[in-house]
């Protein structure tokens, strides 16, 4: 009895481990000895704009990178020089985790979570004739996308599965996506070349590795502090300051007596400071007019990059620049911070960090200052 319950348990086991397997890896694969570097061209389902080209959010090119039972994704957005270095995914099969990785100037951090298989999707369907792309055969998969129909194609010769969350069996080698602003778009496979690549590009050492469990517990713990920290400042008078602007003009806080004033605190390298960008602008024009509301965002950069920043994105605040002193006389460690002053001086708005209804909220607190 004792033997047959061990040599049932045995088949089990190699049947569980050989589904966990199936389910990601595929023997029959290519034997290839190189490292494989992917280039993905992306093309949009209409044709942008001028102003769109232009773009941050413009995604170019998607580069895949396979080493054994690693894979990086990097996503190449148009002139975020930046963003494509410290930004990309990698993916270990081995341990069936993906990780995203966010590489600072002073830290190395990524999110864990584990795969998972894709739901099943039952408007996909299998077309009769494969088709080669770059010398791998692949199935064509029609797949409806936004209410259009897409071809998928998808291979099992790379030994991986790589589906971006499709139900399909393989490794895609063309996938459609979508960015919020810019619509859909068809990324295909345009070069696949072999090399040996560093093993520094798949490792994790010297990473701050969190699940997203922890770092949603540290985001709400950090929330709060926040939200404390705000109605700490409410309510004070508003610390007195004299600046001169990158423009070459001399202002002071007690010139704005009389007015609401909107205090920006940021930096060239922050990415929720880019991102709320043009909301801050479109704020702006909304009071242009008005001669009872002023503008001022304080930059920690100095007064080159602040002007840099400034004509890159047409911002239309008044800007000081070297602002670290006037950031920590306003108690901001947290960028974006946005306040408000009312008539007299006194702080009656104190956000920290991004928000989608910046407008929203601050139009409400310079509408109620000036009643």
Same mark, same amino acid.
Request: with cysteine.
């Given at each position: ?21 199936? @389910? ?40 895949? +990178?396979?080493?054994? =039972? ?13 963003? $494509? ?8 099969? @081995? ?5 995203? /990785? ?7 951090? @990524? ?23 770059? &010398?791998?055969?692949c199935d064509r998969i029609k797949a409806s996308f936004k209410g259009l129909d897409r071809e998928l194609l998808v291979t099992k010769e790379m030994g991986l599965r790589f /589906? ?26 345009? $070069? ?15 990473? =701050? ?25 409410? &309510? ?27 205090? $920006?605190?940021?930096?060239?390298? /922050?990415? @929720? /400071? ?15 007019? +008005? ?5 001022? +965002? ?46 007299? &001086? ?26």
């Amino acid at each position: 009895m004792k033997v047959f319950i061990v040599i049932s348990l045995f088949f089990y086991v190699v049947k569980f481990l050989t589904a966990q397997e199936s @389910a990601w890896r595929y023997p029959n694969g290519k034997n290839v000895e190189s490292d494989i570097v992917i280039h993905y061209e992306v093309k949009y389902d209409r044709e942008l704009t001028e102003e769109e080209k232009e773009s941050t959010s413009v995604l170019n090119e998607i580069v895949i +990178s396979v080493k054994g =039972d690693k894979l990086v994704e990097r996503r190449v957005f148009n002139k975020s020089e930046y963003y $494509n270095k410290s930004h990309y995914t990698l993916y270990d099969y @081995a341990k069936e985790q993906f990780y995203y /990785c966010y590489v600072k100037e002073s830290s190395k951090q @990524a999110t864990n979570y584990p795969f998972k298989i894709p739901k099943k999707d039952t408007t996909l369907i299998l077309l009769e004739k494969k088709k080669e792309l770059k &010398g791998y055969s692949c199935d064509r998969i029609k797949a409806s996308f936004k209410g259009l129909d897409r071809e998928l194609l998808v291979t099992k010769e790379m030994g991986l599965r790589f /589906c971006r969350g499709w139900d399909v069996d393989g490794f895609l080698l063309q996938f459609t996506g979508s960015n919020t602003k810019l619509g859909g778009y068809i990324a295909t496979a345009t $070069n696949i070349s072999y090399e040996d690549l560093p093993d520094e590009l798949f490792s994790l050492e010297g990473f =701050d590795v969190k699940t997203y469990a922890q770092i949603k517990q540290e985001r709400k713990e950090r929330e709060e502090k926040q939200r404390l920290k705000s109605l700490e400042e409410i &309510g004070k008078k508003g610390a007195s300051f004299k600046a001169l602007t990158i423009d070459g003009e001399k202002i002071s806080k007690s010139q704005f007596n009389g007015k609401a004033l909107v205090l $920006n605190f940021g930096f060239a390298k /922050c990415p @929720a /400071c880019v991102k709320e960008m043009p909301k801050l602008n479109t704020l702006y024009q909304k009071y242009e007019k +008005s001669k009872d509301v002023e503008f001022i +965002s304080i930059s920690l950069d100095p007064t080159y990059k602040a002007a840099k920043f400034t004509d890159k994105y047409d911002f239309k605040f008044k800007m000081i620049a070297d602002g670290r002193w006037l950031a920590e006389k306003y108690h901001v460690t947290t960028y974006p911070t946005n306040i408000v002053l009312d008539k007299k &001086g006194v702080v009656k708005f104190y956000e920290i960090g991004y928000k989608k209804d910046i407008v929203e909220r601050i139009s409400f607190e310079i509408d109620r200052s000036l009643k």
